[in-house]
């Protein structure tokens, strides 16, 4: 079974620049996770989705965080634009359902400069 | 969102040998479930173990096991015969088994394996 994909692997941008990160989770996965984890903390949760639908981002800052799944399938998350305090590693992760185990793919790890 | 607390950022083990991680966590709830994650260098994060804080039984996977004392909140993974594929950062992650689905992670506990 494929694990979840994501792409680029590394990313370095300018500040106030804008960058997109894809995820393919694992098929037939409804669930899909954003998380975003800063040097030295935890993964913390961005955005899920149920399908196409977005179950919770309130942690996102939509001022300039957005995303989309649309086909309910894989997914873009989109900064626009980036600020020095983004930079991070943002994981990916898929679930059957909700309450199921996360799966999570190998992250992009993004610089600000 | 609960609180999840790693307090060791590192841990240095001889090959062979066991080291124990802790987490303590902050809850009113009484039904939830308890993760340790390992991320290894390549950063893909794998579950290693997990609690259902309704079991009183504690959880153990081949090597790795927990100590989970729900009275004082606590959660610690211990690895035994440690090996050099053990090295990576571990996390402690909380979620509540009904309503709130988000987990909750801790800071992460950098293991290192010397040979």
């Known amino acids: 079974e494929a694990g979840v994909a994501q792409s680029p692997r590394y990313k370095i941008i300018e500040k106030r620049q804008s960058v997109a990160f894809w995820c393919n989770p694992i098929s037939g996965h409804a669930t899909l996770y954003w998380y975003q984890q800063i040097l030295g903390q935890g993964p913390k949760l961005l955005i899920q989705f149920q399908n196409n639908g977005v179950v919770d981002d309130s942690q996102l800052p939509k001022d300039r965080f957005s995303a989309e799944r649309l086909k309910g399938v894989d997914s873009t998350l989109k900064i626009q634009p980036a600020k020095l305090e983004d930079s991070a590693v943002y994981l990916c992760a898929s679930s059957s359902g909700t309450y199921n185990e996360q799966f999570f793919g190998p992250g992009t790890r993004l610089t600000v400069l | 969102a609960q609180t999840v607390t790693q307090s060791q950022p590192e841990m240095s083990v001889q090959e062979a040998e066991t080291v124990t991680l802790s987490c303590t966590y902050d809850?009113?709830?009484?039904?939830?479930?308890l993760f340790w994650y390992k991320q290894p260098p390549s950063r893909q994060m794998i579950l290693v173990i997990r609690?259902?804080?309704?079991?009183?039984q504690n959880a153990t996977e081949n090597r790795f096991s927990v100590n989970f004392q729900k009275a004082a909140k606590s959660f610690s993974l211990k690895i035994s015969d440690s090996q050099l594929g053990d090295a990576a950062m571990y996390f402690c992650?909380?979620?509540?088994?009904?309503?709130?689905?988000?987990?909750?992670f801790g800071a992460g506990t950098t293991v290192t394996v010397r040979a």
């Open positions: 609690q259902e804080a309704y079991k009183q």
């Open positions: 992650a909380y979620r509540s088994r009904w309503g709130d689905y988000k987990l909750s």
């Open positions: 809850t009113s709830e009484s039904d939830y479930y």
